[in-house]
């Protein structure tokens, strides 16, 4: 039997087309410099590796970001503490990020370029990945998945919603921690969109391109400090739930001996010991109060109180919360008149001298403000007659005996 003349049927005949390959084009660049580049300031690295467009946004939104929260900061105290906390919040966080994502862009496409592959690469896995991270789903625009993009955009606004409003009162940080692993679910599944695509790529390139052979700094350098950034950041989040609570002190189990020479407060569950003269009395029934202290005649008062205290502000910032408060109407008249550093047990303090007014007079009081671990101790001292001096004496001999916890 004979076939049609050039048609073979035999198994050779049919040849399959070989799939298009393309040679890399590699352009050296430095993945060390280019990290450190961006370790400097946010944005370098990705210039120095011709990404300006890239650069540029990452720059100017990092730049706007960290010198907000900057701003922000001292505000946290203030009247309008919670707006200032919000935004001061969000605008951390995107700082961060951006951070991060800098230098491991700047180092790792300093590997792409270097090895050939960066020109083939149109979607890159990174900012896929962070835009799914600081937004509602931009990575998703960014890869053409605009269907995707807006149901992550919408649902999620819907769902965050939800979580804040059943957020366990007094534990936010749960909730927040919650809403991070979420996002960076979104941006796992958009970095693994993207890297597929990039791998398709990767596999037309002949010869393949050797990573392994880029010398120099190596990944796992950039990726541990990525995480150990990571790892800050969710730290600083859970900072709220290791607080301590003073709004309602535990005075069960306190003490108050009086003796000849002295009357002394004690509370074990605060590690506090307060001493005034034999010619006070003490007090341990108020919760506002550690505890208060009035001379017999009077003419003087003091009190120590105790304050939870975020580890990120100084001490300062408790002089810029107490100006803000007395700012307010209802102390009209009231003022901080100095503020100066001193030492208190070893530990750096504050001094601060305020006058107060009452019932149409004006009254001078100290604080000494001493901080210890995530609590500030507010020794308080008012002189409640016209003479100072009379008071001076014994506001020495409490200062010397109050020990704070060891």
Not at 10 to 32: D, H, I, L
Not at 232 to 243: Q, R, T
Not at 367 to 385: A, E, F, P, Q
Request: charged share 15%; hydrophobic share 45%; aromatic share 12%.
């Amino acid at each position: 039997m004979s076939t049609p003349l050039g048609l073979n049927l035999g198994a050779s005949a049919y040849v399959p087309a070989s799939k298009p390959t393309f040679a890399p084009q590699p352009v050296p660049r430095n993945p060390a410099l280019a990290f450190l580049m961006s370790l400097l300031l946010p944005g370098l690295g990705q210039f120095y590796c011709r990404k300006n467009s890239r650069g540029a946004w990452t720059l100017a939104f990092f730049l706007i970001a960290f010198g907000v929260t900057i701003w922000l900061t001292p505000m946290l105290l203030g009247t309008d503490a919670g707006l200032a906390a919000f935004g001061w919040g969000i605008l951390l966080r995107v700082a961060v990020f951006l951070y991060v994502f800098a230098f491991l862009d700047a180092y790792f496409t300093a590997r792409e370029m270097s090895a050939g592959t960066d020109p083939f690469v149109a979607e890159s896995p990174r900012v896929a990945a962070i835009l799914n991270l600081l937004t509602r789903g931009f990575g998703y625009f960014y890869l053409g998945q605009r269907a995707l993009g807006f149901a992550v955009f919408l649902g999620l606004g819907f769902f965050q919603q939800m979580i804040l409003k059943n957020a366990p009162q007094g534990d936010p940080a749960a909730s927040e921690f919650f809403m991070e692993a979420v996002l960076a679910g979104f941006a796992i599944h958009a970095y693994s969109i993207a890297r597929k695509r990039e791998k398709e790529i990767l596999a037309t390139i002949e010869p393949a391109p050797q990573f392994a052979a880029l010398g120099g700094l190596p990944p796992a350098v950039p990726l541990a400090l990525a995480a150990l950034f990571a790892a800050g950041y969710l730290g600083l989040n859970f900072i709220p739930s290791f607080m301590p609570n003073y709004s309602a002190i535990n005075q069960t189990p306190a003490h108050i001996s009086s003796g000849d020479k002295d009357t002394v407060y004690t509370n074990p569950e605060y590690g506090v010991e307060f001493s005034a003269p034999a010619s006070w009395s003490l007090a341990d029934q108020d919760t506002k109060h550690l505890v208060s202290g009035r001379r017999n005649d009077n003419a003087c008062f003091a009190d120590v109180r105790l304050a939870a205290w975020s580890p990120i502000l100084s001490l300062r910032s408790y002089v810029r919360a107490l100006s803000a408060h007395l700012e307010l109407p209802e102390n009209k008249g009231s003022r901080i008149v100095q503020s100066t550093p001193t030492m208190f047990g070893g530990l750096p303090a504050l001094d601060i001298v305020l006058t107060l007014e009452q019932q149409g007079r004006q009254i001078t009081e100290h604080k000494i403000v001493v901080r210890k671990g995530m609590t500030l101790y507010i020794l308080s001292t008012d002189s409640l007659t016209t003479s100072k001096a009379s008071c001076q004496p014994d506001f020495n001999f409490i200062q010397q005996h109050l020990a704070l916890p060891k």
